[in-house]
């Protein structure tokens, strides 16, 4: 199921199932909104199947990864923003570090990226945990902190 994430100006995430009209929900964290929508984007689905109406497959194609694939991708967007307007913190990032996002209130995503990114990383490359705290409206980064880890 492709959901679409967006966080609005007062800090709510909104997620939107494309492929199932009016299936959008907000919460106040994106897994939130995701699980809102979910529910909403099911029960839709049940009753579609129950009226003998047909589902299309491609809502069940790789659900969780292409979420968190698009979450990251945003994120890491933001976060070279975020470095741009704070070319202090830029500095103390290491150079070829593998940069791993750790994002508060969203322990999943942050279990998922973490297991991803160690299992590629390269010998010896040192870590760096950006642990995102705050948001701004339109969804660029505020405030994060770096922890720095031995290879």
């Not at 923003?81 to 322990?107: D, H, S, W």
């Not at 705290?133 to 969804?139: A, Q, T």
Request: glycine share 6%; aromatic share 8%.
């Amino acid at each position: 199921m492709r959901i679409e994430l967006d966080l609005e100006e007062d800090g709510r995430w909104i997620a939107e199932v494309p492929d199932i009209p009016g299936a959008m929900a907000y919460g106040q964290s994106r897994h939130e909104a995701i699980k809102k929508v979910e529910a909403i984007a099911l029960r839709v689905i049940a009753d579609r199947i129950e009226h003998g109406e047909t589902v299309p497959e491609r809502l069940f194609e790789g659900k969780t990864m292409k979420s968190y694939v698009d979450f990251l991708t945003m994120l890491s967007s933001e976060f070279h923003r975020y470095l741009m307007e704070n070319e202090k913190n830029a500095k103390e990032l290491p150079e070829n570090a593998l940069v791993i996002f750790q994002v508060e209130g969203e322990t999943d995503f942050n279990r998922w990226n973490k297991e991803t990114s160690l299992r590629n990383r390269e010998k010896g490359q040192q870590i760096s945990y950006v642990h995102v705290r705050r948001w701004r409206k339109h969804s660029a980064i505020e405030e994060v902190s770096f922890v720095s880890a031995a290879g």
